[in-house]
């Protein structure tokens, strides 16, 4: 009688805590999802400016690139409270900055990887033009 008891005691605690419904960012009002949508439109923004107009100053690539990702992780910062604000489940504000960060530095590392071989290409067909210039003498 006391293990039916017992069971009966740990089906209903197991069967609230299946019952309890998590706050997505799909449940959010039409408000909430625009000013959510527009700070992800803001960091974007960010990224793709920081792309277009690199730091001078900067001494390497990855350098330029991690000043980069700061300078645009507030953002981020944004997002997360913003959805913790309206009490969306901790490990899915985490997971979607986490998204949009590695995103984002895939695309800058497809960008720079690109742009150096492009650069590469331009130098070796840089280095031929005088060499054809001198076969042909």
Do not use: W
Request: glycine share 4%; charged share 20%; hydrophobic share 40%.
């Amino acid at each position: 009688m006391n293990k039916i008891l017992l069971s009966a005691i740990f089906l209903g605690f197991s069967s609230l805590a299946a019952a309890q419904e998590y706050v997505t960012p799909a449940d959010l009002s039409a408000e909430q999802s625009e000013k959510m949508y527009s700070i992800l439109t803001d960091y974007n923004s960010c990224m793709m400016q920081g792309r277009l107009q690199p730091k001078a100053d900067a001494t390497s690539g990855q350098e330029m690139a991690n000043e980069l990702m700061q300078s645009c992780e507030t953002h981020l910062d944004e997002l997360k409270l913003h959805l913790a604000d309206n009490g969306v489940e901790p490990s899915l504000v985490e997971g979607m900055a986490k998204r949009m960060r590695s995103r984002a530095a895939r695309k800058m590392m497809t960008q720079t990887m690109n742009n150096l071989a492009a650069q590469a290409q331009a130098m070796d067909n840089a280095n031929k033009m005088p060499a054809e210039g001198q076969a042909e003498e």
